[in-house]
Every structure is written in C-alpha cells, then in structure tokens.
C-alpha cells in the first residue's frame, strides 16, 4: 500500500491526505503517478469516492456501484452518458 503512495509523490500533500482517507480524484489534468495510484486504490475497495471528468469513461474499467453526473456539459454525447453510467453496472 504504501508503494502505491510513494508512486503519487510529487502531488500536493491535500490530495495524498485525500487518498488515505478513502477520496481521490481523475482527470487528464493529474500527474500519471496520482491517477495511477487512484485507478489501484480504487480496484482494491480503499477509495470509497472518485470525482473524475468524462474522460475516465473511456477506456478505464473501474466498475462501481452508483455514477452521479452533475452539471449541463455540450461535450456529454449519447455514448459517453452510456460509458459513463455503464460504470455503475
């Protein structure tokens, strides 16, 4: 376990505080290391909540049980809605 946190240094200490507590987050913007480290927590039922844009619906498996989606957004197409509320089985 602590291996996948040394792999996510280099991050902010709030997001590394965020992950030990069972919260991490997803998106294009982060550091390979951070995403990397959420993707393996997340399998292994230690991230309880993952916020993450579209693009985590596009080719990561990372099942879970509930999807939300919030916010009105021109790029949510008939295909990423169905990626990404297929997440949730």
Known sequence: EEEIFKAAKGCEKWMLVGLRRGI???HEGLKRGY???VEVL???G???VVFATGTLALGINMPCRSTILC???LELTGLMYRQMSGRAG
């Open 35 to 37: 995403k990397d480290a």
């Open 71 to 73: 916010g009105d957004s």
């Open 42 to 44: 997340f399998r292994k």
């Open 24 to 26: 991490g987050m997803h």
């Open 46 to 48: 230690y991230l309880r």
